[in-house]
């Protein structure tokens, strides 16, 4: 669970010059948070991806679902069904981690 968690959001903060107010669970952070039901597997749907009319991951089969998601604390989605206004988002401010900067690329 914990390179999970790395891979999945750690790393993404950092390399993205978030962290450590995003990809981490420490008091000052941000708790944001997908609780993901592993036995799910399905092709994802529209009506999976609250998007308005398009999106290229329609008819992809995935492994692994978010049953709740959870933006600063505050539940978006609960059981599929958005929660959120829509209104929630807020500009993050990103500096790069001097860490990210000083590895040789791929």
Do not use: C
């Amino acid at each position: 669970m914990e390179r999970f968690a790395d891979i999945t959001s750690s790393n993404a903060a950092k390399i993205l010059g978030m962290y450590p107010q995003k990809g981490a669970i420490a008091v000052g952070s941000d708790a944001d948070f997908a609780i993901i039901d592993p036995a799910v597997k399905k092709a994802l749907a529209m009506s999976d991806l609250h998007v308005r009319d398009f999106s290229p991951w329609e008819g992809w089969e995935v492994e692994g679902w978010p049953t709740t998601v959870i933006l600063r604390g505050k539940i978006m989605v609960d059981n599929g069904e958005l929660l959120g206004d829509g209104n929630d988002g807020q500009m993050i401010l990103r500096k790069m981690d001097q860490s990210v900067l000083q590895r040789p690329g791929v």
